[in-house]
């Protein structure tokens, strides 16, 4: 019977979705009558909400131009550059299926990084009550600006602080506890993310912890704070500090600040606040992480990292969504929503002689290979990155974005050749980046 009913429940989903193609035609159910959303996606569900079925998906596609130290691997380093690509580009199934089983998939195209995988294969049971419990490979929540979506934060990327951090990255295969409030809520996790013991065959563990919590909320304006804490438990497998400067681009540069060949400890906690009146909002996290480790002749190459980053925005007819369980933001309560912004973001990076990299961490071939173009070694080095941008949202499935940002590195030789031409290190730059967003 079982097998029946979600049998007929899928097939009724099917022939619901071609009548809709073919504009005729009449759709039956052997179970409860079913109610179909087109506004975002294609949703198909049961009245008695014990099925449901949503094809969603989402395209980002950036146009960058960058120069400085980001373009210092084109054929003219550090010139303006630009370059066009698809920073997202992903399809979705989810659902619920016997009241308290849900289930995701999502395929992603990512060409800088991953080209296309599935990164999203989860099951959730939320029968509990006091908790739903997640399985499989999903995205963590941790951190304000991380948890809310790709799709609905504030700048075209997120603030430079998460390229260092370890304890936003996707599961390859986790548990994920959850319990929301009204207002508040706590997370635990334990995930595993493509480490292995160091003499052994087995997975390595890392564990993440999430409070959130809104102890003022009214209509549209509320108070968030935040605490996570994420430990990546290495076992003397690589752990390095690496950052873009918030610029993205064909070649996906980034650069290492420290490289601790074999961590034994990976340590981290982000603090989290925000706050929405009207149309104004604000937020700032602040974070900690410590590496301790050698590298690969046994040399000490422990490494301290520590930094924040403030925002604020205004947004003209209307405001942001917020979702209190979760403690996120999301998108707008109206199309035809403008928003600007401010943002400061900045890191300091004290690592151990041992885990400094004299070119960056360059690979073969690049323009900074086998080059010491750091100042020195026994320093540390000083992130800052200064972002405006405006965001609009002409339709509920559209956001267009245009970003400037300006960055700098500190302890970097700038009087180092990179080339036979006399080009010599530099230490800044700027970039303008544009996006165009399509959500269903």
């Known amino acids: 019977m079982i097998r029946k009913h979600f049998a007929g429940f899928a097939a009724s989903a099917l022939a619901?979705?071609?009548?809709?193609?073919?504009?005729?035609?009449?759709?039956?159910?052997?179970g409860a009558d079913l109610v179909i959303n087109t506004k975002s996606g294609l949703e198909v569900a049961t009245t008695d909400k014990e099925f449901s079925f949503k094809l969603g998906g989402k395209l980002q596609w950036d146009a960058t131009n960058f120069d400085g130290l980001s373009a210092v691997d084109e054929n003219r380093p550090f010139d303006s550059t630009f370059n066009t690509f698809i920073r997202r580009?992903?399809?979705?199934?989810?659902?619920?299926a016997y009241t308290d089983w849900g289930y995701g998939l999502r395929v992603s195209y990512d060409g800088n990084e991953d080209g296309?995988?599935?990164?999203?294969?989860?099951?959730?049971?939320?029968?509990?009550?006091?908790?739903?419990?997640?399985?499989?490979?999903?995205?963590?929540?941790?951190?304000?600006?991380?948890?809310?979506?790709?799709?609905?934060?504030?700048g075209i990327?997120?603030?430079?602080?998460?390229?260092?951090?370890?304890?936003?990255?996707?599961?390859?295969?986790?548990?994920?506890?959850?319990?929301?409030?009204?207002?508040?809520?706590?997370?635990a996790q334990v995930g595993h993310y493509e480490q292995y013991e160091s003499e052994g065959n087995d997975e390595l563990f890392g564990y993440t912890l999430r409070a959130n919590w809104a102890p003022y909320m009214n209509g549209t304006d509320v108070v968030h704070l935040g605490a996570n804490y994420h430990s990546s438990n290495p076992d003397d497998n690589?752990?390095?500090?690496?950052?873009?400067?918030?610029?993205?681009?064909?070649?996906d540069r980034s650069f290492t600040l420290a490289d601790t060949t074999e961590a034994s400890s990976?340590?981290?906690?982000?603090?989290?606040?925000?706050?929405?009146?009207?149309a104004f909002r604000a937020q700032a996290e602040y974070f900690q992480r410590t590496i301790s480790g050698e590298n690969n002749v046994g040399a000490p190459a422990d490494?301290?990292?520590?930094?924040?980053?403030?925002?604020?925005?205004?947004?003209?007819?209307?405001?942001?969504?917020?979702?209190?369980?979760?403690?996120?933001?999301?998108?707008?309560?109206?199309?035809?929503?403008?928003?600007?912004?401010?943002?400061?973001?900045?890191?300091?990076?004290d690592g151990d002689t041992a885990s400094v990299d004299g070119d960056l961490g360059a690979g073969a071939g690049t323009t900074l290979a086998g080059l010491n173009v750091v100042a020195d070694a026994n320093d540390d080095f000083t992130t800052k990155a200064?972002?405006?941008?405006?965001?609009?949202?002409?339709?509920?499935?559209?956001?267009?974005?245009?970003?400037?940002i300006d960055y700098e590195l500190d302890n970097i030789n700038t009087s180092v050749a990179v080339n036979a031409d006399g080009d010599t290190m530099e230490d800044d730059g700027k970039a303008i980046v544009g996006r165009l967003q399509y959500v269903f």
């Open 116 to 154: 296309t995988d599935v990164d999203r294969a989860f099951i959730t049971y939320t029968g509990l009550g006091f908790a739903d419990i997640t399985v499989g490979q999903y995205g963590v929540d941790y951190g304000l600006e991380n948890t809310t979506s790709s799709s609905w934060i504030t």
């Open 303 to 349: 490494v301290d990292i520590d930094g924040y980053y403030a925002q604020m925005s205004y947004m003209f007819n209307g405001v942001r969504k917020y979702k209190a369980g979760a403690g996120k933001w999301d998108k707008p309560d109206q199309a035809g929503a403008v928003e600007l912004f401010v943002r400061y973001d900045t890191a300091t990076v």
């Open 89 to 96: 580009g992903e399809l979705s199934v989810e659902g619920v």
């Open 238 to 251: 690589r752990a390095r500090a690496r950052t873009r400067f918030g610029v993205r681009s064909d070649t």
């Open 266 to 278: 990976d340590k981290e906690w982000v603090l989290e606040s925000g706050a929405q009146f009207g």
């Open 16 to 30: 619901m979705a071609v009548s809709a193609q073919a504009f005729a035609g009449t759709v039956t159910t052997d």
């Open 157 to 187: 990327e997120r603030p430079m602080m998460y390229d260092l951090l370890n304890g936003d990255e996707d599961t390859k295969f986790g548990v994920n506890v959850m319990h929301a409030g009204d207002n508040y809520g706590l997370m």
């Open 386 to 404: 200064f972002v405006v941008g405006v965001n609009y949202f002409p339709v509920p499935a559209v956001r267009m974005s245009l970003n400037y």
